[in-house]
């Protein structure tokens, strides 16, 4: 089969639990984001039954501003004694970022450029300063003349969606609440995960408000996390021989509207991950009702709701219900966020993309233990720009 129409596999994968990395983590005084990573990595190549030697391209998720390494691509591939021919660079497109990253790696891999090629990346959000990170979020709501000035977080638009959907569909904020409960019963039985304790929802409704109506239980924390995946050419995974998952489709589209957008629009449709998932679906030859999981980006309790509507799991206005009745758990008919998902697996925003991908992984080989969605094939993968004004969307697969 000829290189560019080869599909890709996944053949190997590490990732350190999402938390606080502390410099004991590695055995080091300061514990930077390079020694966290070379050690991430070293052990997905060892997964992938692979050495640095055999890799010939790295794509790397882009660090925050606080990250004191710069040039941190080329870097780290002196770290870890690796020379490519294939691409070396970092890629940043705020929660498209590791899709994005994984995307290219992939591409790599396709037309012919790496045999291997890694898709990797490191967030420290602990050792940084918050108000930083949130100038720089306000500064990306938005147009930075006209809404920046008004000091609007990332948070606050999908409150906006919330209080929409909400006034549109006659919905409470516990029925929407429910997600952050549901979440953090996943992630009870995912050793990554950032909050692995149960919660109630009176718990959950009982917090103190962050942007209304959403409290602090129902978006994401501040967390660290460092993840690395191998890929190859699908005929080069059976050679080698381990079990590994390949790429059966993906799909793009940005809607034209930049995050908050500046006129008016229909902000709780979600349009891009209706074009971009049923792409990715087409190119796999799949429906919808293949799919047995779905590790659907969701940083709120309310995009959980609003990207299954949009992508058909559920009429909209219904998604809620259908969470309610159970459907969207992890013995459902339609598992979402088995990993317990930005709110409880915990939301690196540059990794959450390839943790998702990781978790589809876990489960698709049978990997995730007491959370294991049974005899699943088919995952759902999605990752957003802005309220969902862009979406990228893989279908994932059994290598059989």
């Known amino acids: 089969m000829p290189a560019e129409t ?61 990250t004191k390494q710069l040039g941190f691509a080329t870097f780290m591939m002196a770290q870890l004694g690796i020379s490519c021919r294939g691409l070396v660079t970092e890629v940043g497109q705020l929660g498209l970022t590791g899709g994005v990253a994984f995307d290219i790696a992939a591409t790599q891999v396709s037309s012919g450029q790496a045999d291997f090629a890694l898709a990797l990346g490191v967030v420290r959000q602990s050792s940084g300063d918050p108000n930083i990170a949130l100038d720089f979020g306000i500064r990306a709501v938005g147009d930075v003349n006209f809404q920046a000035p008004f000091g609007i977080p990332p948070i606050g638009w999908y409150a906006l969606d919330c209080v929409r959907y909400m006034e549109d569909y006659s919905v409470s904020r516990a029925e929407i609440a429910q997600v952050a409960v549901k979440s953090r019963d996943n992630a009870a039985l995912n050793p990554l995960a950032q909050f692995r304790h149960p919660i109630t929802l009176d718990e959950v409704l009982a917090q103190r408000p962050i942007v209304e109506p959403l409290g602090l239980l129902e978006v994401p924390s501040r967390a660290d996390g460092a993840i690395c995946l191998v890929l190859s050419r699908e005929e080069t995974a059976r050679e080698l021989g381990g079990a590994s998952v390949v790429v059966e489709g993906r ?135 802005g309220n969902y004004n862009a979406t990228l969307a893989h279908v994932i697969g059994v290598c059989e």
Request: charged letters at 15%; glycine letters at 12%.
């Open 6 to 66: 080869s599909r890709v596999a996944i053949i190997g994968a590490s990732a350190l639990p999402i938390g606080k990395l502390t410099a004991t983590s590695t055995g080091t005084n300061e514990g930077l984001e390079h020694d966290f990573l070379a050690e991430v990595a070293a052990r997905a190549l060892s997964d992938a039954g692979i050495s640095g030697q055999d890799v010939d391209a790295a794509i790397f998720t882009q660090n925050p501003p606080t």
């Open 251 to 385: 799909g793009f589209f940005h809607e034209g509207h930049h995050q908050i957008a500046d006129h008016p629009h229909d902000m709780t449709a979600f349009p891009s991950a209706q074009i971009a998932t049923g792409t990715a679906l087409d190119m796999a030859g799949l429906s919808l009702q293949q799919i047995d999981l779905f590790e659907l980006y969701a940083p709120c309790t309310i995009t959980e709701i609003l990207v299954t509507e949009a992508i058909g799991m559920f009429p909209r206005g219904e998604g809620h219900r259908a969470l309610s009745e159970g459907t969207t758990t992890l013995r459902g008919q339609h598992p979402v966020n088995t990993s317990g998902g930005c709110l409880s697996r915990g939301h690196p925003p540059q990794l959450t993309g390839l943790y998702g991908l990781y978790e589809i992984r876990e489960q698709l080989l049978g990997k995730a233990g007491p959370r294991q969605v049974q005899t699943a094939r088919y995952g759902l993968h999605t990752c957003e720009l």
